[in-house]
Structures are given as C-alpha cells and as structure tokens.
C-alpha cells in the first residue's frame, strides 16, 4: 500500500498537477482588518484544530503525492503557540522545497530567529498601507511600527527575500502604490498587490472597490519605470517587473479577478479544522478531521486527498455571474 502512495499523484480533473498546500494553524487573528474580519468573529473550538502532529501527518501525506510547497498561513499563524517546532517537522519531510509562511508581521520582531533556525525560508508580510494612520484605519489595530520591526527582524535573520502583500482597495490604499515601489527600491523587496477577491467580511467587493493590477502598474511606471522580470515563473500567479533603471526590488501583480489564472492552480487548502479546500473559492470542503481522528491508516488518508482533488474546481466565477461567495472569509480559511 505505502508504495502506491508513493507512485499516486495528486492530479486533478483537467489535468492540473497538485503541488503546493497552503496550512492554516489558526482562525485567530490579532487584526482586525475592515474588508476581513469583524470584531464579534467568533474562533474556532481549540479541540477542533489540527495539532502539530496531524498536521506534520497530512503534510507528509500530501509531499508523498507530489506537493512540494508548503505555506503556514491563518488567521495569523504567528499568534499558535511554538509555530517554529512545526516549521522545524515539517522542513524534516523529504520532498518540501520551499517552506514559507504568510504572516502579518507582527510577531517576527520575537520570533523571525526562532522561526530561521528552525529551518524557515521566507516569509510573506501582508501590508496594506505604509502610512500609520491608514494601517491602523484598516487593520483597526495600531500595529505598523510592530510590523516594520518585524521586517527588520526578518531580514536580519536571514528570512530573504522579503515578501511583501498589499491588497490594493479603492479609496483605502491605492494612493499609495508608488509608495510600496518606492520601498521596493530602498530595502530590495518584492513588493505584490493582491486583487481584492470576494471572500471579504461584510459587502465591501464589487466594481468600485477593485483595483486592476494593470491601473496600478501603470500608476507606478510612471513614476518608476518598469521591465518584465527576467526570473518570471510563468506558472506563478504574481506577475513581476523590476525596476528599468536597475534599483533592487520588484513589484508584482497578482491579478486574480481581472486575469485570474485558476488553469495553472496547482494549490490546495487545510484549513485550521482539517477540512480541505481545493479552491479558495470552493463551496464544499472535505473533512480530513474526523477521519483522521478515527484512526484512518496513511493509505486511507491519500485516497481521500487524491479524492478531494479529483473534484477540483475548474475556475472561479468571479466574473461570469454564476459566481456564490464562500461562507467563510479568507481568514477563516487560511489567506
Ligand atoms: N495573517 C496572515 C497575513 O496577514 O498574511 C495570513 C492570513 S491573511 C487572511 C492573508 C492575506 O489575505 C492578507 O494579505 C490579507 O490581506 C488577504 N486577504 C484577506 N481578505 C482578502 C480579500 N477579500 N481579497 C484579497 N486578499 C484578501
């Protein structure tokens, strides 16, 4: 049976090659950001999250099934307790060749040499305004002379290249593209602007609240000019440009509305409570929970998974009008 696990890939109905997992530890969150989370959210039952060692299971399950990207995410991963002890299991399974996690920033400033030692490659901070009156507007936390530590921190650590995600709002942030590409530049960071998908807390999305990538590539080369990348993967959703007049950093774009890219989507999704989405998107999850507090073998538990992604969805329907928003926001999945 193990050597079937082994042999057997996670492919999906059209073909598409599972390759990258992305981990929720937590729903908890420290922030309370205005288009994610609302204040009265109530947190999972802590019985019902994955311990480290489930998770380090299923992990191993999948990397047996062709994933070899792993990203712990939340909810704010950081704010679980001894998250570097999972970094450092997870970096011990054979086939993991890239390990990140996907973090507000807040907690680096303690944890950034913990998390680097134990194995940790790279760290993805969201950020969505650089101005500390605008941060704490939309996190509703006053939070931005905490996250720049932790960048710092970060960084010295070794935790490089930085990562850094804004999800660019109308009204909210986008005046302040040219200032994310200006940070880029300065500290050498790959700077991304995240479409705003309709996974939000309250009815924030819609049209007037979008911004295209393209509006703010534009915005920004004409201030910076900007060249495709020549280390762009063409399968990776962000695409980035870097700076024409050779200044460190890039910029890039991940225009999941506007140019969404769900015909390359090789990622897959456990939730906090081992539920397993196989699109942000998906209307339906597959327990893995219950199953594998049941005693399911290693073997049981791959057929689930192998399952699961044979129902893939084929795309989002953002913008064909048969599109139904997922109940849980994306801090309740893992972002
Ligand atoms: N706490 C971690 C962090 O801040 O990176 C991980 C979870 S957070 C939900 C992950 C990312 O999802 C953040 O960059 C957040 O801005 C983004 N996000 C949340 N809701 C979104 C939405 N409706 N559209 C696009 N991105 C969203």
């Known amino acids: 049976m193990e ?43 802590r019985a019902s999250l994955l311990s480290f060692e489930e998770i380090t299971r299923l992990a191993r399950i999948a990397v047996g099934l062709g994933v070899r990207k792993l990203r712990i995410t939340g909810g704010e991963p950081l704010l679980r307790k001894d998250v570097p002890e999972l970094v ?126 393209r509006e703010l590539r534009e915005r920004i080369a004409s201030v910076f000019p900007l060249a495709p990348s020549p280390d762009q993967d063409p399968h990776a959703p962000a695409k980035d440009w870097v700076f024409a007049d050779g200044a460190p950093g890039s910029v890039g774009f991940i225009d999941s509305v506007t140019a969404a890219f769900c015909s390359t989507c090789n990622r897959i999704r456990l939730t906090a409570d081992g539920k397993l989405r196989t699109c942000l998107f998906s209307l339906r999850e597959h327990d893995l929970l219950t199953p594998l507090r049941a005693g399911a073998s290693d073997a049981e538990l791959a057929r689930l998974l192998v399952g699961a992604v044979a129902t893939k969805e084929l795309k989002h329907h953002i913008t064909d009008g048969l599109f139904v928003k997922p109940v849980r926001t994306m801090s309740q999945i893992g972002g």
């Open 3 to 45: 050597s079937r696990i082994a042999t057997t890939q996670l492919t999906d109905g059209w073909a598409r090659r599972i390759e990258s997992l992305r981990i929720s530890v937590t729903d908890r969150c420290n922030f309370r950001c205005v288009y994610c989370i609302p204040e009265d959210i109530e947190w999972l039952p």
């Open 88 to 213: 450092a299991a997870l970096t011990e399974i054979r086939g993991v060749d890239d390990l990140a996690i996907t973090t507000n920033g807040t907690e680096l400033a303690r944890l950034a040499w913990r998390l680097a030692a134990a194995g940790l490659q790279r760290v993805n901070v969201s950020l969505d305004s650089l101005d500390r009156a605008n941060f704490a507007r939309l996190a509703q936390r006053d939070a931005l002379p905490d996250v720049l530590a932790g960048i710092d921190a970060a960084e010295r650590a070794g935790l490089r290249p930085i990562s850094i995600n804004c999800v660019a709002i109308r009204g909210a942030n986008d005046h302040e593209a040219v200032d994310f590409a200006r940070l880029a530049r300065e500290r050498g960071f790959e700077v991304r602007f995240i479409e705003f998908m309709p996974l939000e807390h309250g009815q924030r999305w819609g049209e007037h609240s979008l911004v295209p990538g």
